[in-house]
């Protein structure tokens, strides 16, 4: 998953919130689906700006229970910014089902609809199945624009499912959700500061390897060094000559410079072709190369059943059955997707949304404090093998969170347990009400996740899902299943 480092902050944008149509329908069964299913699907558009024609795709999950209703709604966002929540969030990492390689779709047992109702959607214009009639919107879109945008659709996905509107509401997502993220939660505190009718019962934020600062987040010379990346000259290099912030920057405004160009073309040589920046331990995909477009397809049907078989993470072509899933004209008419016909092909991120590249110094850590303030909770959780947002930057910005809100310490920094295994690491910080520790912040790392946390870690990620939505640290003892 590429992330697209173009940022705005919002600044105390209170937009005006327009009437808003759909076109929702349950999903009758997907192409594919296996047999035994008991929860309802559902799917469909919110128009968000009738005027110049802006329509939000999202894919709806109930909870897989037989009272849905007594289950807290997540709304999950995935990054870029420009991909798509539905491809990366819904079919590669929590959802009910993943696409296999004969274009059926296989359960997920870890699928997040176990524990919760499960909302996907594709934000903002342009990004997968999502659209706009007035193409000139697709340039310059700003983070603000995100936020308004998600805002209407929330307010318009519950007039078409009122009987969620009293559910506990979660946030969730990942990489440049952190953005998305906290800023659609300070619209929906000052939405129910300024509505004389009934609170969105907003609860807490979780962000996944999060880009919440460019000038920490993405510094990842130590990480790749320690992990044997890149050598010890150029550690050296990246230190005093360019890091990460500062090359993404110059980037961004197409002026990179020599030195810089230098010291990341001699990190890209010394990682080589087959090394994902997402996850240094992912192995490659090799099935769209014209090596094996030539090679028998049973070779690599048996090749990619013995990397299920012997590894935890999920076969490293999945992103190849999913982009063939979801362009099927069956799939989307199942998914009442597409519904305009869109010019080109539905793909991850490569849409036509154009992000506005201003406010590059702005950060999103000034804000989440502010949301601590106003009692939200936040859980910033990191895969241990991501080296586009390492965990020691997000640790770093917890911890720098937890002494500007002058909270202490809960407990120990210590590992916590996926079922009889070490899951991760965790710190907690908050503050004592009342002689009782309330927490207000939590950092956890995910043992052996990548960038997308849930796709190569599905059991810890769920279980760390768990504990969120209950409040509560992850697991500090092991236990059974």
């Known amino acids: 998953m590429m992330i697209w480092y173009f940022i705005v902050i919002v600044n105390g944008v209170i937009p005006l919130f327009s009437s808003c149509t759909s076109t929702a329908e349950l999903i009758k069964k997907l192409p594919g689906q296996p047999d035994g299913v008991s929860f309802k699907q559902h799917s469909g558009y919110i128009t968000t700006d009738p005027r110049r024609g802006h329509a939000l795709f999202y894919y709806f999950v109930e909870a897989d229970a037989r009272d849905p209703l007594s289950y807290p709604l997540t709304l999950w966002f995935n990054g ?54 007035t193409t000139s919107d697709y340039v310059n879109w700003t983070d603000a624009d995100t936020a308004r945008a998600n805002m209407q659709f929330l307010l318009g996905w519950y007039k078409e499912y009122p009987e969620y509107r009293d559910s506990d509401l979660y946030l969730s997502g990942e990489s440049y959700a952190g953005h998305y993220v906290p800023q ?47 050598s010890d000259e150029t550690l050296k290099l990246k230190e005093t000559v360019c890091n990460d912030s500062r090359y993404l920057t110059q980037q961004i405004h197409n002026k990179i410079s020599m030195e810089c160009a230098e010291v990341f073309q001699k990190q890209v040589e010394e990682m080589g072709n087959f090394t994902d920046p997402d996850d240094v331990l992912e192995p490659y995909c090799f099935s769209g190369t014209a090596v094996v477009q030539s090679a028998s397809r049973s070779m690599w049907d048996a090749y990619h059943a013995k990397l299920a078989r012997r590894m935890v993470l999920t076969d490293p072509c999945l992103g190849d059955f999913i982009f063939s899933y979801l362009n099927n004209p069956q799939v989307q008419k199942a998914l009442h997707a597409n519904i305009t016909k869109l010019p080109s092909v539905w793909n991850f991120c490569s849409g036509p949304l154009s992000y506005h590249d201003v406010d590059i110094g702005n950060d999103i850590i000034p804000l989440l404090s502010a949301l601590i303030k106003k009692h939200l ?43 009889m295994q070490v899951g991760g690491w965790t710190q907690s910080f908050g503050s004592s009400r009342k002689g009782k520790n309330v927490t207000h912040l939590t950092f956890a790392t995910v043992r052996g996740a990548a960038h997308e946390v849930p796709y190569t870690s599905p059991s810890q990620a769920l279980n760390l899902f768990k504990a969120f939505l209950e409040g509560s640290s992850p697991p500090k003892v092991p236990f059974k299943n």
């Open 80 to 133: 870029g910014p420009g991909c798509s929540s539905l491809g990366f969030g819904a079919f590669e990492e929590h959802g009910p089902f993943r696409p296999a390689g004969d274009g059926g779709l296989t359960k997920n047992e870890f699928s997040w609809n176990k524990v919760s109702n499960m909302l996907y959607l594709e934000s903002p214009i342009g990004v997968g199945f999502s659209y706009s009639n």
């Open 377 to 419: 909770r936040v859980l910033l959780f990191s895969g241990d093998q991501d080296s586009k947002v390492p965990l020691m930057q997000t640790r770093m910005i917890a911890n720098m969170i937890a002494q500007d809100l002058k909270f202490t310490s809960l407990g120990k920094y210590a590992p916590w347990y996926d079922k």
């Open 184 to 230: 659609l939660a300070a619209l929906l505190l000052d939405y129910n500061k300024q509505s004389h009718g009934k609170p969105i019962k907003l609860r807490a934020i979780a962000l996944g390897n999060p880009l919440l600062d460019i000038q920490i987040s993405v510094d990842a010379a130590t990480f790749l060094w320690s992990h044997g990346v890149i």
